[in-house]
């Protein structure tokens, strides 16, 4: 699938980690930084070195090809090591899915409008597809979905509430999912439009994607008929497409953010001294390392296991669920180790552990929380077990 | 010691919890509260009425005698139902320790002029001893601080940096240590001074304490002799008056906060649906709190036993010390449980919640890490052991 | 209710440590413990010293009064420093509960058949409940009972199977849970009878409890109407009186267990050396002994209060869970820290630690695993919730 | 370096586990299993079904050349399936890392005597390295053996205590490590020998291991110079290459019985009914089967990767103490939780499940406890600092 030798990742990867070592990191304590992330103007300056040291949109290759799962691992991950990599390199959640499924499943005229410029980085994007909790909400159950479309001739009209929609505050290319009697369908929208009122940005403990997470009211939204990804009735199957890939890859930008928390914990915990020692002379402090050490390479490990299991042209929701779970689990007990390691600095702005922290927590919630992967991993338990029993 | 009786108590701890129900809680999302903690006028605001309740200042009696410890932890949790609270009631850190050293130490010029105001919620202070960690600074090892004083004639001339100094935005007194010749001394300050700069005030996980925390930089500021504390060299010893007390009104605040938490999660549980049922008929989610049901009850209890050793006279340096190890960490995973229960209304500003989560995580850190508390249990234990050798 | 002083239970209580250290200890080498517990001979041996020592059945005065729940508390947890203790002293389970049900409900008649020989340490007895876990029997669910008893004139005819069965091999007195029309009912039975045959006694993890653990068969056993426990029907109700002090004796027992393998692995921590020094020097060794004292004493007040609950004339079935989970899965943290510390010597039978490890992995499962209690602590938090709302 | 290509491995893993299954698993309640391991008897006739399968060694092929390490995980985990499968198809401890370290080091004619009766399985051996705890003993840290070694004309004579010796009781083949003033050296030994006096088979929570664990007392053996591996003052870098691949040996085999174990569990957990459903459709209950799910994962992916490290011609002591450490702690989480799930019936021997526990934690004392591995894995990152500082 890939046209790049697995050498030529690794230069890439390693090209990619330079830039962002060298030309972003220093943007970490920039003024345009929000609770809301970063400003568009930011979002653009940085943009514009990347483009200029060709490391933009690096896990697409000129012509359209995706890198395969494992190399995008290598690179994601690199473009991770600060939590302002991604957007940086245009790695980033939700653009790296959308553009994903783009090019899975869009006609060539759907991408020649949409597609292009998200793979440019002139545009950001946003997947409308969780909805809000009202007693009754979608939330991580996508049956409950309430969101309606209805065709009114060569158009769908649709109406609806969203949430937790990443990236929609300054979207220009909107993917949103609505209800027909056919079944779940995906439309591609053109941002900003009247009928889709972002109500509030949220305030959320993480606070690195640009745009934030929103609140949106969708009114009488009229698409055009062929903005429709698929077919009426196929929103979900195509929404599955999009599923593992884009989960795998949040495991691989924030791993990516934690080995970088870790290298700055390790080098505090061994110029710091206290009680007569370096504080990594403290069995306290250097099992913590090492405990991270160890955490660091499962994830590594499980994420390139998962990527593998994709590869082979599984949708590999299973998988995914398992790998979520495990890599989340384990970057929140690393970051916290990192913090703690760090004491007061630890939880101040002064380095970019604390604001790991805050984007891990979140990351165990995002995209399903831990309980909910937990309980269809045992429903698949349940099945594979009866499946087992001889007949 | 108290001259209000168990009942008396329940009765002030009730009247205090109606008030910050009723009247602080719709504080939560009033727009002076920031990234430092509520703003002055904020903190005023919500002192009138405190004031005007008969709440402000709830542990400390009209003649300044202290409730006992047991009976302020039940106050305390009480007023840290919502998380401006403490500050609403003045039972906040630093103040809170700040007064219970001033009424234990203090001279009666020195409590006419420092300490009523503080009494009388008027002003806020802040205790200096904390100091950077430039590789070799004190951070929680107090024997490295390199803050110094030196005698000249009837003045005494301080010199050093501090940090992470809470509430020193905008205090008007400071109690300040530094070292002697004779050994560690305690000074009360008029604040501001323009000898003592604040330099920067952190941006930190946490920000509920007004003044935030604060980087400080003290150069030749001069403090008449008679604004000691206590005698030259006695500033350990003072400061470990105040050290158990102190400590402990943390785990009792913040144990009111993630009681609050563990309310509003439960709420959501019980009200929102998933899959066919209520979030908390799922086990998943039920055992969560189930389990914070269990720890919140821990919680109480070892504060409380704590709280009895100190009011049996004692020190209660080791117990004060086990007690934080094991509060702070059971509210660090409530708060996360409750969280996780909200998914992702968790991680946003909409609750409470997501704020406590922070405030628990720094507190982990806050008047000694986790770690440095195992520390001296273990030094504890092998004396221990050798003083039960046979000799 | 308790016709002792608290002076006069901690000198009863001290009493019953110097006799457990002194005389107890001695025997845990003893050939004679088998993997089903001590063999009844060392059970005689044990108990004639405890009598001549006048630490027999210490929580029961003479004239049958109990101490109170938080009296008994400190004098089973002292009894519970050696595993062979409770066997010993005759405060061990099942014997312990049943005494206190029998003390609560039998008739005159019944307590002196049945209860008198029990307090004076000359018999052993069974409570049969558990049912087979064949699919669909009981185990922790009451409901799905299936023994049955059915009324023949004067006698009631009782027929089922009933598993771990603590004690029941060689026990002389039973209590036997059936159901008939009415509902559940309580008899007591002379033992060994032809019609209860023990099938198996099933290897354990645990090796404490003399007698083990049975499978047990009854069939067509006849009992004398004046032998059932208070009235048809009344069966559960009557378990009840039992339920909470039979599951906090475990609690009070088990940590007198834990208490010990701390010392012996303080002892151990401290006198062996490792990389240069005590290992109890090493932070990696040393934290664990701190995490251990402060469960510890989190386990003691968790126990005290639930007893208090009970003191107060309640059932404290809520309570008695809570203290439940959070007690035994501090015992096993605390138990395996023990063994960790303590290396091959820890996993070795060199001294009791191993064996506290394995009794206590025992006790997360024994009276309702940890998770059954979670599932009704979760039913309870929604009751209380939905009691909450305004009607 | 292997003969054999993967796919022949895979084949080759198949028989294994199908013996294992098919004629081994009947032996689990053998009654030669004694607190010791199985008994000699067993033992071989174990070995004879499995010789007669041509499954015994399996990882060794015919001329010695052993299966890639990679290769060897696969294998070894599937002998694993059972408990007694390693012991009846020789891949267990210390037979295992005795024939690799042979294989690389011994002379022909050691060979010869020594390696292929071991090979054929006609043998048992055992590794003598680990000192007794006496205060000042071995244990964990090498650098404290006090088992000496000097030269006599054309023997060596070796004087000392060992402990935990595994398989010393019943071995026909030792290896003896003792110091020289040259260093460490190794010796080839044919037992029983009247000079190694096995003093005592410990009593261990484990039970599995042909000849349990010893405490052995060496006094005056007399050893032919011939008999020594490699050369004088080579024994702890000859120890080394024996070093990482028997540890990760041991995770192979005791992946496989935490495999066999959640296999025991899920079975239990779809069939048993409580509270109105199968125990798997509790998520109390589902969720730990899903953790299992994702901890044996990442457990396999843990050991291939170290095996690759391995594979490529590294000592891996870094790698193997990570996968040690991360191994051994996932499987004692599965093995838990696999009781867990089974309650009553988990901690009864009535299946494999109370034993596997019981392996599990053994493991994560043997082989150097979890702390020492943090320890030395703490002073590589430190080491790995200061290497990467500009100079």
Redesign the interface.
Known sequence: MSELTDSQVVELADRVEHFVRAEIVPYEHDPRLGAHGPAESLVREMRGKARDAGVLTPHILPGGTHLSQRQTAIVLQRSGLSPLGPTALNTMAPDEGNMYLLGKVATPEQKSRFLETLVAGDARSAFFM?EP?D??GA???P??MKTTCRRDGNHWIIDGHK??ITGADGATVGIVMAKAEEGACLFLVDLPDPAVRIERV?????SSMPGG?SLVRIDELRVPADQMLGDPGSGFALAQIRLSPARLSHCMRWLGACVRAHEIA??YA??????GK?L????????M???N???L??AE??ID?CAGVLDGGNLGTVESS?TK??VSEMLMRIADRC??VM????????TIV?RV??EV??F???DG???V???S???K??RD??ASLPS
Do not use: N
């Not at 949220?202 to 993480?206: A, N, P, S, V």
């Open positions: 969780t909790a007693l009754e939330g991580s159950d049956s409950m949430t937790f949220l305030d959320t403990i993480d997470h390790t080098d061994c110029r710091r001294h206290a009680f370096a990594i002379d403290h069995e306290g402090v250097g099992f390392l090492a405990e050490k160890i955490e390479k499962q490990l499980m296991w398992m779970v495990a913090v703690q004491g007061g600095t630890g939880v101040s702005g002064d604390e922290f805050r927590r979140a165990r919630i995002y929380p831990t309980e992967h937990k309980w991993l045992a429903k338990i349940k077990w009866s």
